[in-house]
């Protein structure tokens, strides 16, 4: 199964759970968001990238490649952009308690 499938997949579980998670954009690519704000949306590397604050890496429970989870960093010559964070394909089985947590962070933030 391909990243954009599985995307779309826990967007429609996602928005049957919560209500207030809403379809939206980030960056030009597909995004959750709740009250117009995103808390998590897939890149165009086909990675999740989720808006989880400052916490610390080794936290988030890892499946297969605890390697390959980072801070998101889009640019080129700028550092990463805090609090968001990004899991690849091969660790989709985070996606959905990530995006969970993501979605809690956010509400408990606005």
């Known amino acids: 199964m391909e990243a954009r499938v599985y995307f779309e997949q826990l967007v429609a579980q996602l928005q049957e759970e919560l209500p207030e998670v809403l379809p939206g954009n980030m960056m030009r690519s597909p995004a959750l968001t709740t009250q117009g704000n995103v808390f998590c949306f897939l890149s165009k590397k086909n990675t999740m990238v989720f808006k989880l604050g400052k916490i610390e890496r080794h936290t988030i429970r890892f499946e297969h490649h605890p390697q390959l989870i980072a801070e998101f960093n889009p640019f080129?010559?700028?550092g990463p952009l805090r609090g968001?964070?990004?899991v690849p394909f091969v660790e989709k089985d985070l996606w959905k308690p990530l995006a969970k947590q993501?979605?809690?962070?956010?509400?408990q933030t606005l």
């Open 102 to 107: 993501a979605f809690n962070h956010l509400n």
């Open 84 to 86: 968001w964070w990004e």
């Open 76 to 78: 080129k010559t700028k």
